[in-house]
């Protein structure tokens, strides 16, 4: 990089902070990197000359002409999140003396309850054929990723070193590196069993456990596109996508136990806010059996 580019200079040394020192996922990376060169942009419009002589006027500034060029809450609320950990960066590199975007209020962004599946049509969904081996990995990482509540990610980077089958116990790699050791139920113990039995059919070139046609680990889109032809194979009215599957783990686990700490846990949420609304979704549920079933609930029949 050439050094008359003093905003970009600065964001390749935080890109390479994130990439070595924090090792981040390459996802994360792209987005932090998509962020701040949009903030680079719209700071250019505005003749800022040196990440120094950035303030609080201007990052609102930016915030406003973000929002005008049609970007909503939660696509601003991440960016000024991602140049909010550069100013920090900054400021811990001696750079600037105070983070200005600190003051600078993030727009709440509507609460989009996670859709889930009901039980009886996770049961019909799983109910898969095994006559095809392809079919019977795919029962293994639809019972895995219910059984344990995984992220897409996560799943496809199982190698067969993190199954402790005998324990019923998978390990898996999480958001920011974070290692999590999962319990996966007797269903999808069985069913991982099934499908490393044949897993040597498909000539594996690593260690990973599950396979595309190829021998090589399975990409997240053949995951994603799998999950959407079974869900309708099986006869399921809703699309089915890894993650509404991780929504469901969750919003079962916690109608069955109550136990939010538990749950933040399991889905390895760092902090309980961002479990808290599986609590709103089982409320939801209440309120529509309370309003049907309670007679003092019961309006408009007088």
């Not at 600065?10 to 924090?22: D, H, M, N, P, S």
């Not at 250019?44 to 006027?57: I, S, V, Y």
């Not at 929002?67 to 601003?76: E, F, I, M, Q, Y």
């Not at 399975?218 to 869900?231: D, H, L, M, P, Y």
Request: contains cysteine; positive net charge; proline residues 4%.
């Amino acid at each position: 990089m050439s050094s008359d580019a003093p905003l970009l200079n600065a964001v390749e040394g935080f890109l390479r902070y994130l990439k070595v020192e924090r090792q981040l996922s390459p996802l994360t990376q792209i987005n932090y990197q998509r962020q701040l060169t949009a903030c680079i942009v719209l700071l250019e419009e505005m003749k800022l000359p040196d990440w120094r002589q950035l303030d609080a006027a201007r990052v609102r500034s930016l915030a406003a002409r973000s929002r005008r060029a049609g970007l909503k809450p939660a696509s601003l609320a991440l960016r000024l999140s991602a140049l909010r950990s550069f100013l920090d960066w900054l400021v811990a590199q001696g750079v600037i003396k105070a983070n200005p975007a600190k003051g600078v209020a993030t727009p709440r962004a509507p609460r989009h309850l996670p859709k889930n599946i009901d039980v009886d049509d996770v049961n019909r969904l799983l109910e898969i054929d095994i006559n095809d081996p392809l079919a019977v990995r795919d029962r293994a990482m639809l019972e895995i990723m219910y059984g344990a509540g995984l992220r897409l990610s996560e799943l496809v980077g199982i190698d067969t070193g993190h199954l402790d089958l005998a324990s019923g116990e998978v390990w898996v790699v999480g958001k920011g590196s974070k290692e999590r050791r999962l319990p996966i139920g007797r269903t999808a113990v069985t069913w991982m069993e099934h499908w490393l039995a044949l897993r040597e059919l498909f000539a594996p070139e690593d260690d990973a456990v599950f396979l595309s046609k190829q021998g090589k680990r399975i990409s997240t889109r053949n995951v994603q596109k799998r999950f959407a032809e079974w869900g309708v194979k099986q006869g399921i009215s809703s699309h089915i996508h890894p993650h509404k599957l991780r929504h469901s783990f969750a919003t079962h686990m916690l109608e069955s136990s109550g136990d939010l700490r538990a749950v933040q846990e399991l889905l390895g949420h760092a902090n309980l806010s961002t479990t808290q609304i599986y609590t709103h979704l089982d409320f939801q549920h209440l309120a529509s059996v309370y309003d049907a079933a309670h007679p003092r609930a019961k309006r408009g029949k007088s």
